[in-house]
């Protein structure tokens, strides 16, 4: 029974990291479509950290703008929220400010 609850133990962890993987590739796939540099923003709102070994892997899965498809603002908080990740949130809201502000006043 034990090596059962192991290899279930196993699972949910494997899942959990693809999981996580994936999330980090959304907010690496928004970053690049909006000509972010996404371990930028990482840094800024995980200043103590060391490097995210997760980013710098999955980072290499990210496409151009041109054939990414759209990803949502909304739909990159709700994923950030959905894992904890409120300080990236608040820097990528932070991000989408400044990108608004800028569409509306581009003489700034």
């Not at 709700?78 to 569409?103: C, P």
Request: hydrophobic residues 35%; negative net charge.
């Amino acid at each position: 029974m034990e090596s059962a609850d192991k290899s279930v133990e196993e699972r949910i962890v494997e899942s959990y990291r693809q999981d996580e993987d994936m999330m980090i590739l959304v907010f690496a796939q928004w970053c690049v479509n909006h000509g972010l540099n996404p371990v930028e923003l990482y840094r800024k709102a995980y200043p103590d950290q060391a490097e995210n070994e997760s980013l710098t892997r999955v980072l290499q899965l990210t496409v151009p703008e041109e054939e990414a498809g759209d990803i949502p603002d909304q739909t990159l908080l709700g994923v950030l929220s959905l894992f904890g990740n409120d300080d990236l949130a608040m820097v990528v809201t932070d991000a989408i400010t400044v990108r608004d502000q800028s569409r509306h006043n581009p003489d700034k």
